[in-house]
């Protein structure tokens, strides 16, 4: 016979908090759907591994849902009616998609924000050279990377050429089974003690990671750089480009490595990434499911992110602001700055972006009882920014506990978490620019494992209860 509960028992149990294993409640159809879902996801991270090849990937399913393009829609200056699904895209690196709902538009709308940018290493304008008879391209990485990690694995070469007549050429190498891919050599241990000696940070330099491209001269004698030359042909042949290209392109290098399951149960995904298109693309898949709506629904894809979401695809610029005031304005013949104004401060936003899992090899950066765990679900974060919450919007807590109202009446795993111990480092989001217009904004995402290496860790559980956190929170934030 059960004993009976004791009343400090049953006081602990009404009073405490405690966090779930989602795998716990996961089985049978369930199940099946996250897998599903989950192997869609893995698929998707293959296809787009740049900021652009996600927004032509995105542009390609949205339509599928009946998505239109919005600059159309303006040109006709077409009223919008509840159910009105949209799509704008942003110079081709950043994306906003949109369902209408029922209400007046100056009531606000549900968004949730993320970045479609990862940290990567680029080409410089001025990349292709020869020493030593081998063929090079100098590079700068992009976003914050641990150089060591991007030695000595295969990577591949993404991107657009713009050629002198304006054509512009698009660049895939390395990730079909039958293409070349590239690398970044290291030292070899044997002569690598004044290597070995340096701080990690300093073993690698920005300036080292110079890609091997080619080793092949050009068969003729008179010629100098033949290596080089070479290259030059082989690229002029394959896509009619010559050198001065390089100067109107923009060629990033990525890992060549695929999505894959990790784990002997498969619980979780490995892959390029993750930081934010784990977030972003639950965040889409959700909006592209939407019907009957009250509310405006918003999703905001942002590029530059992980430099600062500078630059005119980026958060900080006027590109959400803009499409905004257009929405409130397409078909209103009393529109002026008031109803957007109306429309920004009763909006409210999920940042969706990752925090770093608690990660057992490196206890010690952690707060434990502020870490973010696998399988617990959706990390819900108040503030993020570096130290003293530098950078960070700092949700307030009325806004928060509408975000936790309805994620519990809905059955929708979540637990609360910051970047890391408070002197140890920090990090932002997109959040603080577009509270700055006058939204209420929530940081929340995925946990992730390795975050800014070339290969992330993620958990299917926790990928899957995010897009369902998605759905409900476009659906029924009032």
Known sequence: MEDKKTEGQKLQERLSYNSINIWNKISGDERKKLDDFCNGYKLFL??????REYVAEARKEAEKYGFVSFDELVKKDEKLSPGTKVYKIIRNKAMI???????????????IGGHIDAPRIDLKQNPLYEDSEMGLMKTHYYGGIKKYQWVAIPLALHGVVIKADGTVVNICIGEDDNDPVFTISD????????QMDKKMSEGITGEGLNLLFGSEPYNDEKASNKVKLNILNILNQKYGIVE???????LEIVPAFKARDIGIDRSMIGAYGQDDRVCSYPAMKAIFELKDIERTAVCLLTDKEEIGSMGNTGAESRLFEDFLAALCAIGNDKYNDIVLRKCLNNSMMLSADVNPAFDPNYESVYDKRNASYFGKGIVIEKYTGARGKAGGSDANPEFIAKV??????NSIAWH?????????????????YIANLGAEVLDCGVSILSMHAPYEVTSKADVYTFYNGCKVFYEKMQ
């Open 404 to 409: 936790r109202k309805i994620f519990n009446e």
């Open 46 to 51: 293959d296809r787009a591994k740049t900021e």
């Open 244 to 250: 001065e290209d390089f100067y109107t392109a923009e």
């Open 416 to 432: 609360v978490a910051e970047l890391g111990k408070v002197d140890q480092g920090g990090g932002g989001t997109i959040a603080q």
């Open 97 to 111: 998609l949109s369902v209408i709902g029922k209400r007046p538009i100056e009531e606000g709308v549900n968004i």
């Open 187 to 194: 030292l070899l241990p044997h002569l690598a003690k004044d």
